[in-house]
C-alpha cells in the first residue's frame, strides 16, 4: 500500500518546459513564475545577460563570455501547495539536441509566442518534438503591450503552420497603447491593465455581459472585442480537456511577460490543467507513477559543471516512486547494482543536495562514467527499460582533426566522452574516415572546441561543413560509390549508414535517381 502522502506528493508534481523562439519572451515570462513562485524577489534574477548578477548556469566560462546559457537548467518551485518544476530549453538560436531531449522528460510545455512575430522557426521544431509524444502544450501569446498581429490571424497560425487546434481562454481588449485588458472567458470575468488592484477583475453575468459600468466596457474596443468573442464562441473550437490532455488542442492566453499583465491568470490556470506526472512506457509496459517503487531514466549527462572538481552530472528524471539518497537502484542496460548517495537538485544559479524527491521531479546524480544518455534507473533488483529516446537530426557539419598529431589519444579520448554526453553526434566518412561532427546549433562546436582545449588539453583543427540535410539508409547494403561530394555517405557512431546531402535539390535528386535506396529522417519515424 502506497501512503497517501506520496501519492499526494506526486500528483502535486507539474513538470514543464517554455518552449519560444529566441527574443519571444522566455526568460522575461520564467522570471515572472519564479516572482510568483517566491524564489526570486528581484525581477533580472534569471536574465543575467543584461544585469551582469546571474546567468540561469553561469558554470562555463564560455557561457559567461558569450552571455548566454549553453545548458538546459531545471528550477522547482512551489506555488499553492502544487511542485513546479521548469525544465529550461535554452532560448538562443544555437540551441543544441539537449533541448529537444528536454521535452522528453516533461509532462507538459509552454509555448510561449511574440505576437507581433506570430510562429518562428525554433517554435515549430520544438513543437513538432513535443506533438510527437502527445503532451499537453498551452499558448501564451506575449507581448501585448505591442501593437502586434491581429489575434485571430494568431490562431489561424496555431491551425495553419502548427496543424493544431486552439481555444483561447481569454481574449485581448485593444493592444499596445490601448490594451486595456482581456476577456476572461475561462474564469468569466474581465481582467483590467494599469489599475488599482481592487478593480482588477469585472464578472461577467451568465450571458457573458459584465455586471458593471466601468470606463472598459463603455470603449469602442470592447465592443470589437465582444464581438470576436461571439465569432469565436459561433465558429471557434469548444473546450475540451481531453484534447488538452492529449496534446490536440492548445489551450491561449494573451498577455504580457514584461508588464506582468496575464502571467498569474495564466499560472493559476495552468496548474489546475496541466497533467502531474502520467505512465510511461517501459519492456515492463505502463508503468505508474505512484503504484512502481522509484524509476527514471537519464536524459542528459553534463560534465565538468563545476571545474574545480571536474565532475559529470547525469540528470535523471524520476518517473515513479521515491528516491531517497543512499538508495540502492539497478542500472537496467547493465543489471549493475549501485548506490546513489551523490545527488543534487538544481534552482537557477545554485545547486544543493537533494535527501528525497518523487515522481515528477529532475534530480542531478554524480555520474563516474558509467551513464549513458537515455538508460532506466530502477530501485531493488527488478528492472526494466522505459523506451529509447529518440534521435535528433542535426543540421550542421564540421569535419575535425588534432593539431598535432602527437596528441592522438587525448583527442579520440575527449572525443569519445564529449560525444557520449549527447549534444553533438560523430560520423565517419566512407572512404577517407575523417571525422565528422554534426550538431543541431553552430555552438555546440564551439563549446567542443573549447572544451577539448580545457579539459582534455587538445588544439584541435575544425573545417566548417556548412548545413548539411541527413537521411539515415534503411538497408546497410549500399553501394559505396554513391558517395559524392554533395551526398557524403558517412558512418554513425553505431555503425548505421547515413548520406549528409548538400541541401535539399541535392536530397530529391539522389531520390529520384536511387529510388531502391530507402532513407529516413529518425525525427519522422
Ligand atoms: P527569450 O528568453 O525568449 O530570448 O526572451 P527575453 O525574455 O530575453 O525577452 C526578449 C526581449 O523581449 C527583451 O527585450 C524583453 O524585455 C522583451 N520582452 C519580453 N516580454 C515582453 C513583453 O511582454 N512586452 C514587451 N514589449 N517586451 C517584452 P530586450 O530589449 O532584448 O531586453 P531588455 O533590455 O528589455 O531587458
Same mark, same amino acid.
Given at each position: ?140 501569446? /506575449?507581448? %501585448? ?7 485571430? *490571424? &494568431? =490562431?489561424? #497560425? ?5 496543424? $493544431? +487546434? ?52 463603455? /470603449?469602442? %474596443? ?7 468573442? *461571439? &465569432? =469565436?464562441? #459561433? ?5 475540451? $480537456? +481531453? ?74 528524471? $524520476? ?207
Amino acid at each position: 500500500m502506497k501512503t497517501d502522502s506520496l501519492q499526494e506528493k506526486i500528483l502535486s508534481r507539474k513538470t514543464f518546459a517554455i518552449i519560444s523562439h529566441p527574443d519571444a519572451g522566455k526568460t522575461t515570462l520564467t522570471e515572472q513564475l519564479l516572482l510568483f513562485g517566491g524564489v526570486i524577489r528581484d525581477a533580472g534574477t534569471v536574465k543575467g545577460k543584461k544585469t551582469g548578477k546571474f546567468a540561469t548556469s553561469d558554470w562555463m566560462e564560455i557561457e559567461k563570455q558569450r552571455g548566454i546559457s549553453v545548458t538546459s537548467s531545471v528550477m522547482q518551485f512551489n506555488y499553492k501547495n502544487r511542485n513546479i518544476n521548469i525544465l529550461d530549453t535554452p532560448g538562443h538560436q544555437d540551441f543544441s539536441e539537449d533541448t529537444y531531449r528536454t521535452l522528453t522528460a516533461v509532462d507538459s510545455a509552454v509555448m510561449v509566442i511574440d505576437s507581433t512575430k506570430g510562429i518562428e522557426d525554433q517554435t515549430i521544431k520544438l513543437f513538432q518534438v513535443c506533438r510527437k509524444r502527445g503532451i499537453p502544450i498551452f499558448t501564451f501569446m /506575449n507581448k %501585448l503591450d505591442r501593437v502586434g498581429k491581429d489575434p485571430l *490571424e &494568431l =490562431l489561424a #497560425e496555431l491551425e495553419e503552420v502548427l496543424g $493544431i +487546434e486552439s481555444y483561447p481562454m481569454n481574449w485581448p481588449i485593444g493592444m499596445g497603447k490601448e490594451f486595456l485588458g482581456v476577456y476572461d472567458r475561462y474564469h468569466n470575468r474581465i481582467e483590467q491593465v494599469r489599475v488599482e488592484e481592487k478593480d482588477r477583475y469585472i464578472p461577467l453575468d451568465k450571458e457573458g455581459k459584465a455586471s458593471s459600468d466601468s470606463a472598459i466596457v463603455n /470603449n469602442s %474596443l470592447y465592443d470589437q472585442c465582444l464581438e470576436e468573442i *461571439e &465569432l =469565436l464562441s #459561433e465558429a471557434g473550437n469548444e473546450f475540451s $480537456i +481531453e484534447k488538452v490532455q492529449n496534446g490536440t488542442l492548445t489551450p491561449v492566453f494573451f498577455g504580457s511577460g514584461l508588464a506582468n499583465f496575464g502571467v498569474q491568470t495564466f499560472l493559476d490556470t495552468f496548474v489546475e490543467l496541466a497533467p502531474s506526472p502520467q505512465p510511461r512506457h517501459s519492456t515492463d509496459g505502463e508503468i505508474d507513477p505512484i503504484e512502481t517503487p522509484f524509476s527514471g531514466f537519464i536524459f542528459k549527462i553534463q560534465a565538468n559543471m563545476n571545474p574545480a572538481h571536474r565532475d559529470r552530472i547525469a540528470f535523471l528524471r $524520476i518517473c515513479s516512486g521515491k528516491f531517497d539518497r543512499g538508495m540502492n537502484v539497478t542500472l537496467s542496460r547493465t543489471g549493475k547494482q549501485m548506490k546513489l548517495s551523490n545527488s543534487t537538485q538544481f534552482m537557477a544559479d545554485d545547486r544543493h543536495t537533494v535527501d528525497e524527491a518523487v515522481a515528477g521531479d529532475i534530480i542531478g546524480v554524480y555520474d563516474p562514467g558509467t551513464y549513458q544518455i537515455g538508460d532506466t534507473l530502477v530501485g531493488g533488483k527488478d528492472t526494466f527499460q522505459y523506451d529509447r529516446l529518440p534521435q535528433f537530426t542535426p543540421e550542421l557539419y564540421i569535419k575535425v582533426t588534432a593539431k598535432n598529431v602527437m596528441k592522438q589519444k587525448q583527442f579520440q579520448k575527449g572525443l569519445t566522452q564529449l560525444v557520449q554526453e549527447g549534444a553533438i553526434q560523430l560520423f565517419r566518412s566512407m572512404h577517407l574516415e575523417e571525422y565528422i561532427l554534426g550538431a543541431v546549433g553552430q555552438l555546440q562546436f564551439e563549446v567542443f572546441e573549447h572544451r577539448m582545449k580545457g579539459e582534455y588539453n587538445v588544439d584541435i583543427v575544425i573545417q566548417p561543413m556548412g548545413s548539411k540535410i541527413a537521411r539515415w539508409i534503411e538497408s546497410d547494403d549500399v553501394d559505396d560509390n554513391l558517395s559524392s561530394s554533395r551526398s557524403i555517405l558517412v558512418r554513425d557512431r553505431y555503425e548505421k549508414k547515413a548520406f549528409l546531402f548538400e541541401n535539399d535539390f541535392a536530397l530529391r535528386w539522389f531520390q529520384e535517381k536511387h529510388p531502391d535506396v530507402k532513407l529516413y529522417n529518425p525525427m519522422e519515424v
